[in-house]
């Protein structure tokens, strides 16, 4: 029970983990935030410090949604009725500590999209799998990241539904990919003005 009550905020405080902006000082000595989008996740971490520094912050983002939110299916496996809100209780913390995080003052977060594949890759393999192809289709089709994660996450909550017919798993999912949205503003005009960088 200590453990099912502290985990939310375990969650958090991974969710809190700047990969990004530990994967730039290891790999190209200098704050990504100051560079490029001003962003702490995978695109600007590869555009800044390479390869290797994107695809390990890739992988540090996607683990602290997955990893939390695994612990959350094993711990709510009671069968008390409240699994599927307690689980999306853990997966928002994870996320939120991505935007927020903890370690950097609550500012200068991402943008969410990979600790949220993480989040769902534990709650629905299926919906995530429908969102990738989806963001890989997009990324084929215009060459930019912020469009693939901005359709990939618009198709989101639909995926989770057909795949869970969870009502409160679907909530989660409008709830993350509205952050996701939002999150995106500054790429939305860019696009917009066809001034968004491609890979």
Do not use: Q
Request: charge should be positive; proline fraction near 4%.
């Amino acid at each position: 029970m200590i453990f099912y009550f502290l985990l939310p905020a375990a969650a958090y405080l991974l969710g809190s983990v700047p990969f990004g902006l530990i994967a730039g000082r290891i790999f190209a000595g200098e704050d990504i935030r100051k560079h490029g989008s001003g962003n702490i996740g995978a695109t600007n971490a590869r555009r800044r410090a390479g390869n290797c520094a994107g695809i390990l912050t890739l992988a540090g983002d996607i683990a602290k949604g997955a990893f939390p939110v695994y612990l959350a299916f094993r711990l709510s496996a009671s069968g008390a009725g409240w699994e599927d809100v307690y689980v999306s209780f853990v997966a928002i913390c994870a996320f939120a500590g991505h935007l927020y995080p903890f370690f950097m003052k609550g500012k200068g977060g991402g943008k969410g999209v990979a600790t949220a594949g993480g989040c769902f890759l534990i709650i629905s393999p299926f919906a995530l799998l429908i969102s990738v192809l989806v963001f890989i289709l997009t990324v084929c089709m215009s060459s930019r990241v912020s469009a693939a994660s901005l359709t990939g996450s618009a198709i989101l909550p639909l995926a989770v539904w057909k795949a869970t017919a969870s009502p409160v798993f679907c909530a989660c999912a409008v709830i993350i990919a509205f952050r996701i949205l939002v999150r995106h503003r500054e790429n939305i005009r860019r696009l917009m003005a066809g001034t968004e960088p491609r890979i």
